[in-house]
């Protein structure tokens, strides 16, 4: 494969822990590059952009997406990527960020790390990427998702001529048995607006975001002239939306607390995507999820396997722009 896209000097080595850090015309470049792969990859054409590169996978918390479509990824651009988690580090002993990061700078040529932990994640993978390096992506953090977000703007612009004007409905969603981290919708918010879509963002008051972050989508929002705005009503997210990405999170904001977190989820369970929900939106509207979803609770069977359901492509685009991700900084 020979791409058309040319890589800046000032990627080379960049870091990506959020979509923040970088620019638009930089994100463009990675969408671009993205959708040569994808091409290459449906006509069988070798992509081997990246040979004989190592990428370190540091996973804290457990994946399906995420680590094969890295893995996966980094193999089909020629490279080796070797899965790692701290239990089976010395990380797991005691050894600090510092001496994580130093030593796998010496051998390989990116660090990819998935961290959930609320108050942890984020503030370790900008550590390692203070003493590495080599690149640092993240895999997953507790504020930013960023590789998610990626794939799903890269799914919205396959499906729309123009996304400028889009309405997005990002809306919370009942579902059992543990809490979620914040940062897919954290990373919904501040790129979408940034890229003109009009985003509505729904949810419970105890269920609020980092107040830090909807801050930062509304001056991105007004940057570009889009909007931003917070409802505490379900069915906001929906009417009259293009695009719609009903997702659970749990009330880290509001609490600590596991048992009472868990409780605040069985508060709500009429928010849960279905087809009446899903006919307030246009006649086109797509339904988008990052996986896995909690069939039944989140969302039912005839949405998530329905027409308008986009999400095994929207899974599948988490290859394309990883890909892409690591080509233009490896």
């Given at each position: 494969?020979?791409?058309?896209?040319?890589?800046?000097?000032?990627?080379?080595?960049?870091?990506?822990?959020?979509?923040?850090?970088?620019?638009?015309?930089?994100?463009?470049?990675?969408?671009?590059?993205?959708?040569?792969?994808?091409?290459?990859?449906?006509?069988?054409?070798?992509?081997?952009?990246?040979?004989?590169?190592?990428?370190?996978?540091?996973?804290?918390?457990?994946?399906?997406?995420?680590?094969?479509?890295?893995?996966?990824?980094?193999t089909q651009l020629g490279g080796h990527g070797i899965y790692l988690s701290p239990d089976r580090m010395q990380i797991s002993h005691g050894e600090n960020a510092k001496d994580t990061a130093k030593v796998l700078s010496r051998?390989?040529?990116?660090?990819?790390?998935?961290?959930?932990?609320?108050?942890?994640?984020?503030?370790?993978?900008?550590?390692?990427?203070?003493?590495?390096?080599?690149?640092?992506?993240?895999?997953?953090?507790?504020?930013?998702?960023?590789?998610?977000?990626?794939?799903?703007?890269?799914?919205?612009?396959?499906?729309?001529?123009?996304?400028?004007?889009?309405?997005?409905?990002?809306?919370?969603?009942?579902?059992?048995?543990?809490?979620?981290?914040?940062?897919?919708?954290?990373?919904?918010?501040?790129?979408m607006p940034r890229l003109g879509l009009d985003v509505t963002l729904a949810y419970p008051p105890e269920f609020r975001l980092l107040p830090e972050i909807e801050e930062q989508a509304r001056a991105n929002a007004e940057a570009a002239g889009s909007r931003f705005q917070i409802s505490h009503r379900f069915e906001d997210a929906f009417e009259d939306a293009d695009v719609v990405v009903p997702k659970s999170?749990?009330?880290?904001?509001?609490?600590?607390?596991?048992?009472?977190?868990?409780?605040?989820?069985?508060?709500?369970?009429?928010?849960?995507?279905?087809?009446?929900?899903?006919?307030?939106?246009?006649?086109?509207?797509?339904?988008?999820?990052?996986?896995?979803?909690?069939?039944?609770?989140?969302?039912?069977?005839?949405?998530?396997?329905?027409?308008?359901?986009?999400?095994?492509?929207?899974?599948?685009?988490?290859?394309?722009?990883?890909?892409?991700?690591?080509?233009?900084?490896?």
């Amino acid at each position: 494969m020979n791409p058309s896209v040319v890589v800046p000097d000032r990627l080379r080595g960049r870091d990506f822990i959020s979509t923040q850090d970088w620019s638009l015309e930089e994100l463009e470049l990675l969408f671009i590059l993205a959708g040569q792969l994808k091409k290459a990859r449906r006509e069988a054409e070798p992509t081997h952009l990246l040979p004989a590169k190592t990428l370190y996978m540091i996973f804290f918390d457990a994946s399906t997406r995420t680590r094969n479509s890295f893995e996966t990824g980094i193999t089909q651009l020629g490279g080796h990527g070797i899965y790692l988690s701290p239990d089976r580090m010395q990380i797991s002993h005691g050894e600090n960020a510092k001496d994580t990061a130093k030593v796998l700078s010496r051998y390989g040529d990116g660090i990819a790390i998935r961290h959930c932990t609320y108050g942890e994640g984020n503030a370790y993978i900008r550590e390692v990427a203070e003493h590495a390096d080599i690149p640092v992506l993240s895999m997953q953090d507790d504020v930013y998702h960023p590789c998610q977000v990626l794939a799903d703007y890269m799914t919205i612009r396959e499906r729309f001529p123009s996304t400028r004007g889009l309405k997005l409905g990002v809306a919370w969603t009942s579902a059992p048995n543990y809490v979620r981290p914040l940062s897919v919708p954290q990373s919904l918010i501040l790129m979408m607006p940034r890229l003109g879509l009009d985003v509505t963002l729904a949810y419970p008051p105890e269920f609020r975001l980092l107040p830090e972050i909807e801050e930062q989508a509304r001056a991105n929002a007004e940057a570009a002239g889009s909007r931003f705005q917070i409802s505490h009503r379900f069915e906001d997210a929906f009417e009259d939306a293009d695009v719609v990405v009903p997702k659970s999170w749990g009330p880290l904001v509001h609490t600590r607390d596991v048992a009472e977190g868990l409780r605040l989820i069985e508060k709500y369970p009429r928010w849960r995507c279905d087809a009446e929900r899903i006919a307030l939106g246009k006649e086109h509207l797509v339904y988008m999820h990052p996986l896995p979803a909690d069939r039944g609770r989140e969302v039912t069977d005839e949405v998530i396997d329905g027409p308008h359901s986009a999400v095994y492509d929207e899974a599948e685009n988490r290859l394309h722009v990883q890909k892409a991700l690591m080509a233009l900084v490896m």
